[in-house]
């Protein structure tokens, strides 16, 4: 199926992009550098777990804090939290190069109470109201570390470290929601669910972590209501997305459900089972979830940036009001339903998608082979039986991309091409984080 053949030039530029991700994707498995076995001495397996500890305590209290507008600003948190515990431990191992930062901690210093401190400094900027909670967790951390001149000398450069990113991002338009947007009219335009409001449409200006703009990446306009390319994935989405869509299958259904409620919480939890499991030291432990975790926080204003811009229809308009759209092959069905409920912003383009495609790619170059990510959803999607866990390994960014894909389309909530381009922006994405971040020290 030509999914862009009538659709204009920017469009072809990210395919060619994309493409070209692709080719140098494959070469850059098979020379990149970055190693799980050589742990230095000085960031050693043996303090990895407060990584993975403070990533954890992080997620809990993000997640959990209702004053951050519910989860819009999480994956900003997210990467503010790991860019600063990545600069705290690299800063003293020495193994890759700091991130726009140029202060070196001392080398006899802890790396895991550099760590700890840049995570708990962090939070408790953004968090005050959770100062009790950090404190209880930053004393039994810090307590099982040997005393001494080197867990003093981490704690002061890992508050530094923490200093430095909130420096960095004061100001950076996370907390500007004057940003607003007006629902347009007619065909094509998105319009709310009855009782929704487009959520964050401020994310679309946040100044990025990696890339040079959030129209970096520009997708290019949807496709035209009467071209082929449209009214084939209408018919795919009205097909396969309805409540009543006799031709899912069992397992499609399964599969729209998984990723459901995966992006927030469970990725975290994967990301960490992948640290253990791998028994990754402290530095390559540090540098993986700062390179995913910025790599998504990016491809999300990318993706917001879009969302504004061209505030493209949901499937349950346009299917509902195909008869309006101009395009004889579209049938109405003023009925419709998708089976899981359409989030409150456009479609173009898809947002789970490209969070993927920016956490399969980044973490294919840091493993500098495919991923092995294990994540379970909580099993609270419609269409399956409550609170019943579902868990994946994927051994294969693109089995993970192909999956997510489907699975919004099977869910009703997105035409294919959204899907497809948002993934592949997430890709672009992290390929330009690790380009110009995160790299070897010299």
Not at 36 to 65: C, E, L, P, Q, Y
Request: charged share 15%; no cysteine.
């Amino acid at each position: 199926m030509r999914l862009f053949a009538e659709r204009s030039a920017p469009v072809h530029g990210l395919r060619r992009r994309v493409a070209i991700a692709a080719v140098v994707a494959a070469a850059l498995l098979a020379t990149t550098v970055a190693s799980f076995a050589d742990a230095s001495a000085a960031g050693g397996s043996r303090n990895a777990r407060v990584i993975t500890d403070w990533n954890k305590i992080a997620v809990d209290m993000i997640v959990a804090d209702s004053t951050i507008g519910g989860t819009a600003r999480a994956f900003n948190y997210y990467a503010y939290t790991q860019a600063a515990v990545y600069n705290a431990v690299v800063g003293i191992t020495r193994r890759y190069q700091l991130y726009q930062w140029s202060r070196l901690g001392p080398r006899s210093a802890s790396p895991a109470a550099a760590a700890v401190a840049a995570a708990r400094g962090v939070l408790l900027h953004y968090f005050p109201g959770s100062a009790g909670t950090l404190q209880t967790a930053y004393n039994a951390s810090i307590a099982q570390l040997p005393p001494g001149l080197g867990r003093r000398q981490g704690i002061a450069y890992g508050e530094l470290a923490a200093a430095n990113i909130i420096e960095l991002r004061a100001n950076d338009g996370l907390q500007d929601t004057s940003v607003t947007f007006t629902p347009g009219s007619g065909p094509g335009a998105w319009v709310p669910q009855p009782g929704q409001t487009f959520l964050a449409p401020w994310l679309s200006q946040v100044r990025p972590f990696t890339l040079i703009s959030t129209s970096q990446f520009d997708p290019g306009p949807p496709f035209a209501l009467t071209s082929s390319a449209y009214t084939t994935q209408f018919n795919e989405v009205k097909a396969k997305g309805g409540t009543a869509a006799g031709s899912r299958t069992p397992l499609e259904t399964e599969t729209a459900r998984f990723f459901f409620d995966i992006p927030i919480v469970p990725l975290q939890g994967g990301l960490r089972d992948l640290a253990t499991r791998h028994h990754l030291d402290i530095s390559d432990s540090a540098r993986m979830f700062a390179a995913v975790d910025l790599s998504i926080a990016d491809t999300i204003g990318t993706v917001w940036k879009s969302k504004v811009l061209y505030g493209f229809w949901r499937p349950i308009t346009a299917i509902r009001n195909a008869d309006t759209d101009g395009n004889i092959d579209t049938v109405a069905d003023g009925s419709w339903t998708p089976v899981m409920p359409t989030p409150p912003y456009p479609d173009w383009v898809a947002g789970l998608p490209s969070v993927m495609g920016a956490t399969g790619r980044a973490l294919q170059r840091i493993i500098g082979s495919d991923i092995d990510l294990k994540l379970t959803s909580p099993g609270s999607a419609p269409a399956g039986p409550a609170n019943v866990p579902i868990t994946r390994t994927y051994h294969s960014a693109a089995v993970l991309n192909a999956d997510v894909i489907n699975a919004r389309v099977w869910s009703g909530i997105h035409f294919r091409s959204s899907d497809v381009l948002g993934n592949g922006i997430g890709v672009s994405v992290a390929n330009w984080a690790l380009d110009h971040n995160f790299g070897r020290s010299q």
